[in-house]
């Protein structure tokens, strides 16, 4: 059995990349909790998750571009022989720098005011502040996008196309991104799947029952 140092760094990449999506498929699960929760008690739980995960997706980003360096270098002396200027790989760091620069510019601090709302709300029915800024338009197209980009990057990393289709990839994963955000927050606003408004006032009649 023969294992190279390439092997070895590719199969370090794969494996941040399988980390990276299991850590966005725990953010995307959050926010359809949180946009359904009856009760602030609800929220609590799923903001404290995605309080923790947060901070670790620019460190995701820094080591895929830092193995992914790694891998162009080594791979200049295999059978593929792709470069840095090879088409495929300028766009998966551009783009890979866009999805990082989007979470920071505008997932990050809606995050962070969302979980001091919960943080500091009472328990009881979640408030109409706390209910918009779970289904915050913004942070669900950015957290879609973003998700479903890199997953067009994880195509070219496979297929490696050529220069004048490369771009097409992750555009099209935005492109779902963008469809998938509005039929979900569509959802939302006619209650499906939970019924939000149903839920508040079952609980307010509940608090209510119980004084």
């Given at each position: ?13 794969i ?5 990276a ?5 725990v953010?995307h ?5 949180m ?42 002396h295999?059978?593929?022989?792709f ?6 790989i300028?766009?998966?760091i ?6 990082e ?9 809606r995050?962070?005011k ?6 500091h709300?009472?328990d ?10 779970t ?7 950015a957290a ?22 490369a ?6 994963g ?8 509005k ?13 939000v ?15």
């Amino acid at each position: 059995m023969r294992i190279d140092l390439f092997g070895v760094v590719l199969f370090l990449h794969i494996t941040v990349v399988i980390i990276a999506f299991a850590m966005a498929g725990v953010m995307h699960t959050a926010l359809q909790a949180m946009a359904r929760a009856g009760t602030v008690q609800e929220l609590r739980s799923w903001s404290k998750a995605m309080h923790r995960i947060e901070p670790l997706f620019p460190i995701m980003a820094l080591l895929l571009l830092g193995l992914g360096s790694w891998l162009v270098h080594l791979g200049a002396h295999t059978d593929d022989g792709f470069r840095f200027s090879d088409g495929w790989i300028i766009v998966s760091i551009v783009t890979l720098v866009a999805v990082e620069a989007a979470g920071g510019a505008v997932l990050a601090p809606r995050g962070k005011k969302l979980t001091g709302l919960i943080e500091h709300a009472p328990d009881g029915p979640v408030s109409d502040e706390i209910r918009a800024a779970t289904t915050d338009p913004a942070v669900w197209y950015a957290a879609h996008i973003t998700t479903f980009a890199f997953l067009g990057v994880v195509f070219l990393m496979t297929a490696k196309p050529t220069g004048e289709w490369a771009w097409l990839f992750p555009t099209i994963g935005a492109v779902v991104g963008v469809v998938l955000s509005k039929l979900q927050l569509d959802g939302l606003g006619r209650g499906d799947a939970g019924d939000v408004p149903a839920q508040r006032a079952a609980v307010e009649s509940a608090q209510k029952s119980r004084a």
